[in-house]
T-cell receptor, first 114, second 111 residues
Framework: GAGVSQSPRYKVAKRGQDVALRCDPISGHVSLFWYQQALGQGPEFLTYFQNEAQLDKSGLPSDRFFAERPEGSVSTLKIQRTQQEDSAVYLC????????????FGPGTRLLVL | GENVEQHPSTLSVQEGDSAVIKCTYSDSASNYFPWYKQELGKGPQLIIDIRSNVGEKKDQRIAVTLNKTAKHFSLHITETQPEDSAVYFCAANPTGNQFYFGTGTSLTVIP
């Protein structure tokens, strides 16, 4: 079956540009997570959705980061006025379970801010 | 918040040997501990997980052990194969839906 997909796979942005990263979770999955993975590091939690509700956004590094999941399926992570320190791989994961256990990850979007 | 430490950062083993990766965590409320395998250019893939009411879990060549008293858990891979070469991450889930990951172990299996 189809797994989690993310687009674009690669994004190059000039400093100050806005970007939008898309996540298509596995159909029917209730929980959706966004993570930021710096080079050589483990994923770091950004935000969590249960269906369309954003229940935890404590990991978002600044108010330039915004995420939504309006219909409880596709999610978009938006970064406004990108900075060089935003360069990272952004991973999306979904889970059938409300607890968020057994997460399935997408391939990630590699963002490079010049 | 939770702090997960992972060792070693790199590990090389001969094909057929065993590999062990260890993680410690700080929050005693953590009750779910997954392990992920990440290949180059791909997202992490869940390979095994363990919950706090279990001390050990096996799935073919992979096993995970958990010591809640000492707050550490380990991944054991037996009879390693070249296709096991990847970066492995441990994680812990203390409360709510926040998952904290270790810094990763790059495993190389030498044919």
């Amino acid at each position: 079956g189809a797994g989690v997909s993310q687009s674009p796979r690669y994004k190059v942005a000039k400093r100050g540009q806005d970007v939008a990263l898309r996540c298509d979770p596995i159909s029917g999955h209730v929980s959706l997570f966004w993570y930021q993975q710096a080079l050589g590091q483990g994923p770091e939690f950004l935000t969590y959705f249960q269906n369309e509700a954003q229940l935890d956004k404590s990991g978002l590094p600044s108010d330039r980061f915004f995420a939504e999941r309006p219909e409880g399926s596709v999610s978009t992570l938006k970064i406004q006025r990108t900075q060089q320190e935003d360069s990272a791989v952004y991973l999306c994961a979904s889970s059938l379970e409300v607890s968020g256990e057994t997460q399935y990850f997408g391939p990630g979007t590699r963002l490079l801010v010049l | 918040g939770e702090n997960v430490e992972q060792h070693p950062s790199t590990l090389s083993v001969q094909e057929g040997d065993s590999a062990v990766i260890k993680c410690t965590y700080s929050d005693s409320a953590s009750n779910y501990f997954p392990w992920y395998k990440q290949e180059l250019g791909k997202g992490p893939q869940l390979i095994i997980d363990i919950r706090s009411n279990v001390g050990e879990k096996k799935d073919q060549r992979i096993a995970v052990t958990l010591n809640k008293t000492a707050k550490h858990f380990s991944l054991h891979i037996t009879e390693t194969q070249p296709e096991d070469s990847a970066v492995y991450f441990c994680a812990a889930n203390p409360t709510g839906n926040q998952f904290y990951f270790g810094t990763g172990t790059s495993l190389t299996v030498i044919p």
